[in-house]
């Protein structure tokens, strides 16, 4: 069936929007505020994005509720009471929900719908989109511009371990969890990987399993989140603070509302750092990474919070070769995303909880009875959870398999890595626009702050073309190409592309191009350079002629 013939000029939708999460749902809003037809194609049976799938054990936000939300609507601001000051995932679902309701955003979600593929127009002005859904058969959907709102972390990444089929026993990939719920009790546990899923779900898990196996390829950081209730008295704070914060978060590095210290960790003295870090290990979160302006820039000042934390982790953790184990030492602190935890560390002093070093003992296939590693050792399960992350960034565009006018996919433009031209816009890729695309700060920050600069540099330009008849805008290849150049130098200035085993570097997929992904010059720079292309006439776009000429 077909929604707008495909061929001719006419669209079913001047714009499809591809997912209904934090980025879907305000892409939508902005443009009906902009008077255009959109449709919004979402997987899923409801709203959320990432929230509705990483229902895991823990599934809880690392940024703070009072920010990890929109900044967009003032009532919106102030009629929404979070309870905690990290926000549960069920939490974060039912705040989308109500959005959803509030700005009657569910009448243009097609709910159930995957996008399967999206070919150009031969002239670059307008796409077909098709999708599979409830309805036998696919459907194809016209439009003139194709906006992906799919997220950075949304294609699961299960290892591709011989013998999973055989699993006597249940396996589950955090981001894809059941909605009714895995009840571990009395059931030996095995989870493979310690990121930031693998930390928030672990202490979890190990209250109720008979006996969790950790299964642990590289030793993380992790700072306790300190988390509780916000008190009603928190609340009236931040909501009468609300101006104030949202500037600070609008000029900061990373879309959080806190200030990075402008010392260096090296012109203090050891006992003031130690101080220092042990004030931020005390408040908690993300926070910790903003102790010194140098503890992503300066290996030696990066080594200093990096010991702290291992003797926190010394302290905490009884047996002493379990510690060591912990410890990480291949990669700096907040090299790779650095988690926040509840009780991680503390969990390994239970006496039904077991660490296994899979780095120097390789889990080599999954056999019906458990997991057996390369030296022929096998760990007896009985549920097997996957904590092992997501085909970042790339993986979410890649699956939606777009190709542009003469018929290049994606897949092939990007066969030597992903080059976009500020994150949003792929050359060869006219009226396609990518919220959060790789190249931009993303990943590096506070979401939400990231999709609504970017959603309303995207309706910006939407209501430019619609203002001046423009009906075709592509990224030009030499800026592209610039923008690499400048994403790469902005990487380099930092450590965190030397941390080699980094999902930001694609490193988590066997195969992927190692190529550092998101923008790491900062957020407000980022937002500045983006207001300046789009004043500037869209600098590094090619823009068709308006219509009255052509
Ligand atoms: P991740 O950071 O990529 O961690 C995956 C873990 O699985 C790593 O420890 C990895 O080891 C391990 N692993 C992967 N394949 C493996 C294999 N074949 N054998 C053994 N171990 C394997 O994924 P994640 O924890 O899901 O987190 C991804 C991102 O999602 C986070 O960094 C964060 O940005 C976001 N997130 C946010 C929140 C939040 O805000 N609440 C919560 C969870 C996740 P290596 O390190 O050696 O590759």
């Given at each position: 069936?077909v929604d707008?013939?495909?061929?001719?000029?006419?669209?079913?939708f001047?714009?499809?929007?591809v997912?209904a999460?934090?980025?879907?749902?305000?892409m939508?809003?902005?443009?009906?505020?902009?008077g255009?037809?959109?449709?919004?194609l979402?997987?899923?049976?409801?709203?959320?994005g990432?929230?509705?799938?990483n229902r895991y054990?823990g599934?809880?936000c690392?940024s703070?509720?009072y920010y990890?939300?929109y900044?967009?609507d003032?009532?919106l601001?102030?009629?929404?009471?979070w309870?905690e000051?990290?926000?549960?995932?069920?939490?974060?679902k039912?705040y989308?929900d109500?959005?959803?309701?509030?700005?009657?955003?569910?009448?243009?979600?097609r709910?159930s719908?995957?996008?399967?593929g999206?070919?150009?127009?031969?002239?670059?002005r307008?796409?077909?989109?098709?999708?599979?859904?409830?309805?036998?058969g696919e459907?194809?959907v016209?439009c003139?511009?194709?906006?992906?709102?799919?997220?950075c972390?949304?294609?699961?990444?299960v290892?591709?371990?011989?013998?999973?089929?055989?699993?006597a026993g249940?396996w589950?990939h955090?981001?894809?969890w059941?909605?009714?719920g895995?009840?571990?009790a009395?059931r030996?546990?095995?989870?493979?990987?310690t990121?930031?899923?693998?930390?928030?779900?672990?202490?979890v898990l190990?209250?109720?399993a008979?006996h969790?196996?950790?299964?642990?390829?590289?030793?993380?950081?992790?700072?306790?989140a300190?988390n509780?209730?916000?008190s009603?008295?928190?609340s009236?704070?931040y909501?009468a603070?609300?101006?104030q914060i949202?500037?600070?978060?609008?000029q900061?590095?990373?879309?959080?509302?806190?200030v990075i210290?402008?010392q260096?960790?090296?012109e203090?003295?050891?006992?003031?750092?130690?101080?220092?870090?042990?004030a931020?290990?005390?408040?908690g979160?993300?926070?910790?990474?903003?102790?010194?302006?140098d503890?992503?820039?300066?290996?030696?000042a990066?080594?200093?919070?990096s010991?702290f934390i291992?003797?926190?982790?010394?302290?905490?953790?009884?047996d002493?070769?379990?510690?060591?184990?912990?410890?990480p030492?291949?990669?700096?602190?907040?090299?790779?995303?650095p988690?926040?935890d509840t009780?991680?560390?503390?969990?390994?002093?239970?006496?039904?909880?077991?660490l296994?070093?899979?780095?120097?003992?390789p889990?080599e296939?999954?056999?019906p009875?458990g997991?057996?590693?390369r030296?022929?050792?096998?760990?007896?399960?009985?549920d097997?959870?996957?904590a092992?992350g997501?085909?970042?960034?790339?993986?979410?565009l890649?699956?939606?398999d777009?190709?542009?006018?003469?018929?290049?996919?994606l897949?092939?433009?990007?066969?030597e890595?992903p080059?976009?031209?500020?994150g949003?816009?792929?050359?060869?890729f006219?009226?396609?626009?990518t919220?959060?695309?790789p190249?931009?700060?993303?990943?590096l920050?506070n979401?939400p702050?990231?999709i609504?600069q970017h959603?309303?540099w995207?309706?910006g330009?939407?209501?430019?073309?619609?203002d001046?008849?423009?009906?075709?805008i592509e990224?030009?290849?030499a800026?592209?190409?610039e923008w690499?150049?400048?994403?790469?130098?902005?990487?380099d200035?930092?450590?965190?592309?030397?941390a080699?085993?980094?999902?930001?570097?694609?490193?988590?997929?066997p195969?992927?191009p190692?190529?550092f992904m998101?923008y790491a010059g900062?957020?407000?720079?980022y937002?500045?350079?983006c207001?300046?292309?789009a004043?500037s006439?869209?600098r590094?776009?090619?823009?068709?002629a308006?219509?009255a000429?052509?």
């Amino acid at each position: 069936m077909v929604d707008g013939e495909v061929g001719n000029r006419e669209f079913a939708f001047d714009a499809v929007v591809v997912g209904a999460g934090f980025a879907g749902l305000y892409m939508l809003h902005r443009l009906r505020g902009l008077g255009m037809s959109a449709v919004v194609l979402e997987q899923a049976a409801g709203v959320g994005g990432t929230w509705y799938w990483n229902r895991y054990p823990g599934a809880r936000c690392d940024s703070e509720s009072y920010y990890y939300c929109y900044s967009f609507d003032r009532e919106l601001e102030q009629e929404w009471t979070w309870t905690e000051r990290y926000p549960r995932q069920p939490e974060i679902k039912a705040y989308l929900d109500h959005v959803a309701d509030r700005f009657d955003l569910r009448r243009d979600i097609r709910f159930s719908t995957t996008v399967t593929g999206a070919r150009a127009d031969a002239d670059g002005r307008g796409w077909t989109v098709t999708t599979t859904g409830a309805e036998a058969g696919e459907r194809t959907v016209r439009c003139r511009f194709l906006i992906t709102a799919v997220g950075c972390l949304s294609a699961a990444n299960v290892p591709d371990l011989p013998g999973l089929e055989s699993f006597a026993g249940r396996w589950f990939h955090t981001g894809q969890w059941p909605h009714e719920g895995v009840d571990v009790a009395g059931r030996r546990v095995g989870v493979v990987g310690t990121g930031s899923t693998g930390i928030q779900a672990i202490p979890v898990l190990a209250e109720t399993a008979a006996h969790t196996t950790v299964f642990q390829r590289t030793a993380n950081y992790s700072i306790p989140a300190r988390n509780g209730p916000l008190s009603d008295a928190e609340s009236r704070r931040y909501k009468a603070d609300y101006p104030q914060i949202r500037e600070v978060q609008a000029q900061s590095t990373n879309g959080h509302p806190f200030v990075i210290n402008q010392q260096s960790a090296l012109e203090v003295g050891a006992s003031e750092r130690d101080a220092a870090y042990r004030a931020a290990w005390e408040r908690g979160g993300l926070r910790f990474r903003a102790a010194y302006r140098d503890l992503l820039a300066d290996e030696a000042a990066n080594e200093t919070a990096s010991e702290f934390i291992r003797d926190r982790i010394r302290e905490i953790v009884r047996d002493p070769a379990t510690a060591e184990r912990l410890l990480p030492r291949d990669h700096g602190f907040a090299t790779k995303r650095p988690p926040i935890d509840t009780h991680y560390f503390e969990t390994y002093n239970r006496d039904d909880v077991t660490l296994v070093d899979v780095r120097s003992d390789p889990i080599e296939a999954v056999v019906p009875e458990g997991l057996r590693l390369r030296s022929g050792t096998v760990h007896p399960l009985d549920d097997l959870v996957f904590a092992t992350g997501f085909d970042a960034l790339t993986g979410p565009l890649l699956r939606l398999d777009p190709a542009g006018p003469d018929g290049t996919t994606l897949g092939e433009a990007w066969r030597e890595g992903p080059r976009t031209y500020l994150g949003l816009a792929i050359s060869g890729f006219p009226n396609l626009f990518t919220i959060t695309g790789p190249f931009s700060p993303s990943v590096l920050t506070n979401m939400p702050s990231s999709i609504e600069q970017h959603v309303d540099w995207i309706a910006g330009c939407l209501e430019h073309l619609r203002d001046t008849g423009t009906d075709r805008i592509e990224a030009d290849p030499a800026a592209e190409r610039e923008w690499a150049e400048h994403n790469r130098q902005a990487a380099d200035a930092t450590l965190l592309p030397r941390a080699a085993t980094s999902w930001y570097l694609g490193a988590n997929v066997p195969g992927k191009p190692s190529v550092f992904m998101p923008y790491a010059g900062g957020f407000a720079r980022y937002a500045a350079t983006c207001t300046d292309v789009a004043r500037s006439g869209y600098r590094g776009f090619r823009l068709g002629a308006p219509r009255a000429a052509a």
